[in-house]
């Protein structure tokens, strides 16, 4: 049987609506939509559910709502007996990970990633910034062009090697995409997104995350195979803290993460949580992978049809 990489979902991939089908179809989903309720004391089916949009984009809503639908995806895989042989999440997706892979429980799991959501928030409204996709550049010329940029600004997501995220001070992010324009990207794109993510400007809130964690309790990593952001390298557990709160104010290394499970013999790639974002990343940094997007009803009974 060919081994498997679950890989877990971010920001950004959200959307009103999403699980309804399975609250609807499974009762593990059931459960663990009425526990999150409890967990983070407030209506979380609802703003899922029904919206509106703009209430779940919200930060300190989007990244609990994000991680109980990707945790809610693999349980139903798991009990149909579909296991992941490596574990990565993109962002959020790594509490995700973590989360699903018995390392953090589900209750100590949403509660930190709440906690995470509200401190990026707030050190967020401190400054001004934002977020930019470069399309058609590769990653050398995406980091020269920050450089030249002036300001804070940082590759903040090596999506693929011809998608790079960059992350900083507003003024420095437009002057990046004008920069990326004259050097012929393909495109740039300016992010709906609530602060300047994985960048220096979220630096002084690590203190503040370094608590949080402190408060949960995070089981022996052992034989399991989860990778970092940071390093694109298996996590330990002596440095597991000390990478989460560097995470947040570094670069996601998404393209080498990819590419160092393919390297250890993963064939199958199973994105879980909401959306199709990772997948079509998949295809952009090694095709030759069987990639699924496992986030409704239909992707996963397909799932379930093709690698039970």
């Given at each position: 049987?060919?081994?498997?990489?679950?890989?877990?979902?971010?920001?950004?991939?959200?959307?009103?609506?999403?699980?309804?089908?399975?609250?609807?179809?499974?009762?593990?989903?059931?459960?663990?939509?009425?526990?999150?309720?409890?967990?983070?004391?407030?209506?979380?089916?609802?703003?899922?559910?029904?919206?509106?949009?703009?209430?779940?984009?919200?930060?300190?809503?989007?990244?609990?709502?994000?991680?109980?639908?990707?945790?809610?995806?693999?349980?139903?895989?798991?009990?149909?007996?579909?296991?992941?042989?490596?574990?990565?999440?993109?962002?959020?997706?790594?509490?995700?990970a973590l989360t699903a892979a018995g390392i953090l429980s589900?209750?100590?799991?949403?509660?930190?990633?709440?906690?995470?959501?509200?401190?990026?928030?707030?050190?967020?409204?401190?400054?001004?910034?934002?977020?930019?996709?470069?399309?058609?550049?590769?990653?050398?010329?995406?980091?020269?062009?920050?450089?030249?940029?002036?300001?804070?600004?940082?590759?903040?997501?090596?999506?693929?090697?011809?998608?790079?995220?960059?992350?900083g001070e507003r003024a420095a992010v437009e002057k990046a995409?004008?920069?990326?324009?004259?050097?012929?990207?393909?495109?740039?794109?300016?992010?709906?997104?609530?602060?300047?993510?994985?960048?220096?400007?979220?630096?002084?809130?690590?203190?503040?995350?370094?608590?949080?964690?402190?408060?949960?309790?995070?089981?022996?990593?052992?034989?399991?195979?989860?990778?970092?952001?940071?390093?694109?390298?298996?996590?330990?557990?002596?440095?597991?803290?000390?990478?989460?709160?560097?995470?947040?104010?570094?670069?996601?290394?998404?393209?080498?993460?990819?590419?160092?499970?393919?390297?250890?013999?993963?064939?199958?790639?199973?994105?879980?949580?909401?959306?199709?974002?990772?997948?079509?990343?998949?295809?952009?940094?090694?095709?030759?992978?069987?990639?699924?997007?496992?986030?409704?009803?239909?992707?996963?009974?397909?799932i379930i049809a093709e690698q039970k």
């Amino acid at each position: 049987m060919s081994k498997k990489a679950f890989l877990f979902s971010g920001q950004g991939a959200q959307f009103v609506g999403m699980g309804k089908d399975l609250y609807d179809n499974f009762d593990i989903a059931k459960k663990y939509f009425d526990e999150a309720e409890n967990i983070l004391n407030k209506p979380i089916k609802k703003i899922i559910f029904e919206g509106p949009e703009e209430t779940l984009k919200k930060t300190e809503n989007t990244q609990p709502a994000v991680m109980l639908m990707s945790y809610i995806a693999y349980k139903i895989l798991e009990s149909e007996g579909i296991t992941a042989d490596a574990f990565a999440g993109f962002s959020l997706g790594e509490y995700s990970a973590l989360t699903a892979a018995g390392i953090l429980s589900f209750e100590d799991g949403m509660n930190i990633i709440k906690q995470r959501g509200l401190i990026m928030d707030e050190q967020s409204r401190k400054v001004d910034g934002a977020m930019a996709a470069i399309i058609g550049l590769e990653p050398e010329q995406v980091e020269e062009i920050c450089k030249k940029a002036g300001g804070t600004i940082v590759p903040a997501n090596y999506n693929s090697p011809s998608q790079t995220v960059v992350s900083g001070e507003r003024a420095a992010v437009e002057k990046a995409c004008a920069l990326a324009d004259e050097a012929e990207a393909m495109k740039t794109v300016m992010l709906n997104v609530s602060g300047p993510f994985h960048s220096p400007l979220l630096e002084p809130a690590a203190d503040k995350l370094r608590a949080a964690l402190d408060t949960v309790k995070f089981n022996p990593i052992g034989s399991v195979k989860i990778l970092s952001n940071v390093t694109a390298d298996y996590h330990s557990d002596a440095a597991l803290k000390d990478m989460l709160v560097k995470q947040m104010y570094s670069p996601v290394r998404w393209t080498k993460t990819i590419e160092k499970l393919a390297a250890d013999g993963c064939e199958v790639f199973i994105e879980v949580g909401p959306g199709k974002t990772l997948t079509g990343l998949m295809k952009q940094i090694d095709r030759s992978k069987k990639a699924y997007a496992g986030g409704t009803l239909d992707a996963i009974n397909k799932i379930i049809a093709e690698q039970k």
